[in-house]
């Protein structure tokens, strides 16, 4: 599975940005699907996933109420849609794939998608 993450810009507090993830492969409706990032100087960290059925959805705390991942598997993409954004969700946001759900280590990778968002 090959990813490309991409809907990423500028933007200002309070605005909205939805970010793609366009995977290629048939398989795509097998795999798992996360949202990453990683702001400067930080770790990366865990945004949202949705589950191969769209069955399961997951979010971190701080994102919770404001994003939501979606994702329509006739055209190989998931999203995440990004409400009410604030300077700190300033980020590269990656996708990645795994069969299992949240592994410990997801076995594909998108390059990351810059999100800026001003105060």
């Known amino acids: 599975v090959q990813l490309q993450a991409s809907g990423g810009g500028l933007v200002q507090a309070g605005g909205s940005l939805r970010l793609s993830c366009a995977a290629s492969g048939r398989t795509f409706n097998t795999y798992n699907i996360c949202w990453f990032r990683q702001a400067p100087g930080k770790e990366r960290e865990f945004v949202a996933a949705i589950s191969w059925r769209t069955v399961t959805t997951s979010y971190a705390e701080s994102v919770k109420g404001r994003f939501t991942i979606s994702r329509d598997n006739a055209k190989n993409t998931v999203y995440l849609q990004m409400n009410s954004l604030k300077p700190e969700d300033t980020a590269v946001y990656y996708c990645?794939?795994?069969?299992?759900?949240?592994?410990?280590?997801?076995?594909?990778w998108g390059q990351g998608t810059q999100v800026t968002v001003s105060s």
């Open positions: 990645a794939a795994d069969r299992s759900w949240m592994p410990s280590t997801w076995d594909y």
